[in-house]
Structures are given as structure tokens and as C-alpha cells.
């Protein structure tokens, strides 16, 4: 039982780069969400989807796609990054008390 | 909306002294609220937990007290160690079912042996 999985732990990347963060979820769990932590401003809500195949805009959603591609696996895209994206990024899952599960989280600079 | 307000710190305490972090929020209806710590290079983890009024989370020698009529829910804990520096987070969701965590900002904490 891994819990909530986050790949890669660690990206650097230049402007205008695209890249996906990935994250799974071994606990059965309907709902996960993307986080955005940065220094000063807590966890930020940027995607949720609280149930297979639905997908909903959180606090600061611009810049980011997201997918969620079966019940285990909810993925984060960025298009084109921008040096406002770096950030510490936190995939978490939960059930229905809404008690969540969090990853070990993506350190991702823009360059 | 739905929003957790959290003493700002950072807070340094001596090993063994008395810790309180306020957390106070705004919610309609009847929340959830947690207590989450963060250690260094770490995600979060789930400290303590209370789902409705004067119910008392606790974990770790850590406690909060879900208070309704002050909209409150401050982590104590007696004697800290220097194993408890880190950062604390106040949250709740708005209501049962699955609707995200709203975070406060967050609370460093370091103890000092």
C-alpha cells in the first residue's frame, strides 16, 4: 500500500517548456487534487476531480491542464511554463469525510 | 468563502515549553477541520482531526477542541521537542462528502533543546 505516488520528485525546466507531473493513488479514493505550495501562501488549490471523469477548477487554475485517467490516476500539465510556476506542486486524495492524502510533492523551478 | 485564518509565525520555543497555534475560520454549515504537519522536504501528513462541535482531536501529545461559537480550533500540545519543528496547518473542508481542503497559511515551528 504506497498511498499517494507523485513522479518526478524533482524538475527543472526552461520557459516555454511543457511538462506533466504524474500521481496515483492506491487507496480506492473518488476525489484527488492538485496543491501548489509556496512560500508565505499555504497550499493553493489549482484542479480537484471528485469523482472519475470530472474535473474542476480550484483557486488559481491558469497556466494548468489536468487529466484524470482512470480512478487511480489524476495527472497535471503545463503547457508552457512560466517562472511563476515554480512552486512545489501536492497531489492528494481523499474519501468521503474528506480527509486527505498527500504525496511527497514535485519541486519544479522555471528557468 | 470558506477561509482559515492561522497565527503567523515563525514560532521558536525552548524543548518542553508549552505550544499553542491559533486557528480560527469561516465556514457555512458545519465543517471539518484538521490539524496537518509538513517536516522538512516532506508532504503532509494528518496531525488530528474533529468533524463537529466540541468534539477533541488528538495524535502525538498534540490536541485542538473544535470550538462553534468561536469558530476556533487552536493546537496545544504541553511539552514540545525539538522532533516537533516543522510547519502546521490549519484546514477544514466545507462540508461532508468530497469537496477540497481550504488551507490556512501555514505556522513554522521551531523547538530550541
Known amino acids: 500500500n504506497a498511498g499517494v505516488t507523485q513522479t518526478p520528485k524533482f524538475q527543472v525546466l526552461k520557459t516555454g517548456q511543457s511538462m506533466t507531473l504524474q500521481c496515483a493513488q492506491d487507496?480506492?479514493?473518488?476525489?484527488m487534487y492538485w496543491y501548489r505550495q509556496d512560500p508565505g501562501m499555504g497550499l493553493r488549490l489549482i484542479y480537484y476531480?471528485?469523482?472519475?471523469?470530472?474535473?474542476d477548477k480550484g483557486e488559481v487554475p491558469n497556466g494548468y491542464n489536468v487529466s484524470r485517467l482512470n480512478k487511480r490516476e489524476f495527472s497535471l500539465r503545463l503547457e508552457s511554463a512560466a517562472p511563476s510556476q515554480t512552486s512545489v506542486y501536492f497531489c492528494?486524495?481523499?474519501?468521503?469525510?474528506?480527509?486527505?492524502?498527500f504525496g511527497p510533492g514535485t519541486r519544479l523551478t522555471v528557468l | 468563502g470558506d477561509s482559515v485564518t492561522q497565527m503567523e509565525g515563525p514560532v521558536t520555543l525552548s524543548e518542553e515549553a508549552f505550544l499553542t497555534i491559533n486557528c480560527t475560520y469561516t465556514a457555512t454549515g458545519y465543517p471539518s477541520l484538521f490539524w496537518y504537519v509538513q517536516y522538512p522536504g516532506e508532504g503532509l501528513q494528518l496531525l488530528l482531526k474533529a468533524t463537529k462541535a466540541d468534539d477533541k482531536g488528538s495524535n502525538k501529545g498534540f490536541e485542538a477542541t473544535y470550538r462553534k461559537e468561536t469558530t476556533s480550533f487552536h493546537l496545544e500540545k504541553g511539552s514540545v521537542q525539538v522532533s516537533d519543528s516543522a510547519v502546521y496547518f490549519c484546514a477544514l473542508t466545507p462540508n461532508s462528502g468530497n469537496t477540497p481542503l481550504v488551507f490556512g497559511k501555514g505556522t513554522r515551528l521551531s523547538v530550541i533543546a
Open positions: 476531480s471528485a469523482s472519475e471523469g470530472t474535473t
Open positions: 492528494a486524495s481523499s474519501h468521503t469525510e474528506g480527509l486527505g492524502f
Open positions: 487507496m480506492n479514493h473518488n476525489s
